[in-house]
Nanobody, 115 residues
Framework: QVQFVESGGGLVQPGGSLNLSCAAS????????MGWYRQAPGKDRDFVAL???????HYAGSGNGRFTISRDNAKNTIYLQMNALKPEDTAVYYC?????????WGQGTQVTVSS
């Protein structure tokens, strides 16, 4: 059974930073490209950042220059370092594969950017 467990969210002031983690199980992690996605209230889930099996990365425009995705295949984990956070980054953040049909989504981790 494939499972993703996201953590590291919280309440942060504008301009602050957070580092999210996503631990995957039930898959051969190194075989997959992985992504971070987010869903704000009333909006569709969108991708935030992708990391290929090779380590190459790709970012949505909103996070380019502020977010950094990384992966540790030995720990079956991906990370999202988020800096210079803005109120519009407020959302539930999820991880999943991106180069394969999505597996069941985890619970996500709530990120709230507010003063």
């Amino acid at each position: 059974q494939v499972q993703f467990v996201e953590s590291g969210g919280g309440l942060v002031q504008p301009g602050g930073s957070l580092n999210l983690s996503c631990a995957a199980s039930g898959i051969i992690f190194s075989d997959y490209g992985m992504g971070w996605y987010r869903q704000a209230p009333g909006k569709d889930r969108d991708f935030v950042a992708l990391i290929f099996r090779t380590g190459r990365t790709h970012y949505a425009g909103s996070g380019n220059g502020r977010f950094t995705i990384s992966r540790d295949n030995a720990k079956n984990t991906i990370y999202l370092q988020m800096n210079a956070l803005k109120p519009e980054d407020t959302a539930v953040y999820y991880c999943n594969v991106f180069d394969h049909p999505y597996y069941t989504w985890g619970q996500g981790t709530q990120v709230t950017v507010s003063s």
